[in-house]
């Protein structure tokens, strides 16, 4: 994938690994639909099926992860846009960075985020949108900012006005957004696999799931 780093980490790489593989995960869910090996329903109680993107998005044995990162992500957001954007363009990319790991129709181009696979909102969009409804007609200019949202097909190439905000900030903060989004994603990860390991180690008295079969229509397609 084209990512806009010139520093890699192992932990980056490790998580890009994680992510272009999202499709094997094996979730619960996943691992039903397979092998038939497991009942597909969340390991941690939930009443779900226990999809990748359940994991990721909604399992509330992650939201405190979840949260913490988000914390992080609006702070960072807040100070790489103090004094390098106009007001009301840095409080909607600020309550975008809120939204960013949870499903939201305003920002997400489907409602659902898809923050665990690497992807962004179309920022460039936002920012358009914005200065359009706000500031008026704009230049017909595009800076060429890369395609840092990758894989993502509703990005516009961007058309801002230099007054509103740079180019290169809108850039640095794809950047700051992709990789707490990745962060995040191999955070998660990895504590699943943990904790799903450790649950399996426990000899179960869960009920047997013979009669599962009988609804397999019911299961998502992931
Ligand atoms: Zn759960």
Redesign the pocket.
């Known amino acids: 994938p084209d990512f806009p780093y010139t520093r890699a980490s192992s932990s980056f790489s490790a998580v890009a690994q994680l992510y272009t593989r999202s499709s094997q995960l094996d979730t619960a869910e996943v691992r039903h639909r397979r092998f038939r090996d497991t009942p597909p329903w969340?390991?941690?109680?939930?009443d779900?099926f226990?999809s990748v993107r359940?994991i990721f998005t909604r399992?509330?044995?992650f939201s405190a992860i979840r949260r913490a990162h988000s914390i992080q992500l609006c702070d960072e957001t807040s100070s790489l846009l103090e004094g390098k954007a106009a007001d009301h363009l840095r409080e909607v990319l600020e309550r975008a960075a809120q939204r960013l790991f949870s499903d939201d129709a305003g920002l997400w181009p489907q409602y659902r985020t898809r923050f665990y696979v690497g992807v962004l909102p179309p920022l460039a969009r936002i920012v358009s949108n914005m200065t359009e409804t706000e500031v008026g007609v704009l230049p017909p200019q595009s800076h060429g900012m890369g395609n840092f949202a990758s894989g993502n097909a509703g990005v516009l190439p961007p058309q801002l006005d230099s007054t509103t905000m740079e180019p290169k900030v809108l850039s640095r903060l794809a950047q700051v957004w992709h990789m707490h989004s990745i962060r995040l994603a191999g955070r998660i990860w990895g504590e699943y696999k943990r904790r799903a390991r450790s649950l399996s180690a426990v000899p179960s008295d869960i009920v047997t799931y013979k009669s599962l079969d009988t609804y397999a229509y019911l299961l998502p397609d992931v």
């Open positions: 969340c390991h941690f109680g939930c779900a226990e359940y399992c509330p044995a």
